[in-house]
């Protein structure tokens, strides 16, 4: 089935695999958090490619 529905798309999952191996790093080291909260905010910081740069 998965390579039927490569040929049809054209596609591969190979972002979605990276993004969910970064994902599995994160959460790994979240021992250290507090909250859930902190975990969300470091992986949109990380992974949500922001301009942290000062105005």
């Given at each position: 089935v998965r390579n039927l529905l490569?040929?049809?798309s054209?596609?591969?999952n190979g972002k979605i695999e990276g993004m969910?191996?970064?994902l599995r790093g994160f959460t790994k080291r979240a021992?250290?958090?507090k909250t859930?909260?902190?975990?969300k905010i470091t992986i949109f910081i990380a992974l949500g490619k922001?301009?942290?740069?000062?105005?």
């Open positions: 490569h040929i049809k054209n596609s591969s969910n191996s970064k021992f250290g958090f859930l909260k902190n975990l922001l301009n942290l740069t000062p105005a």
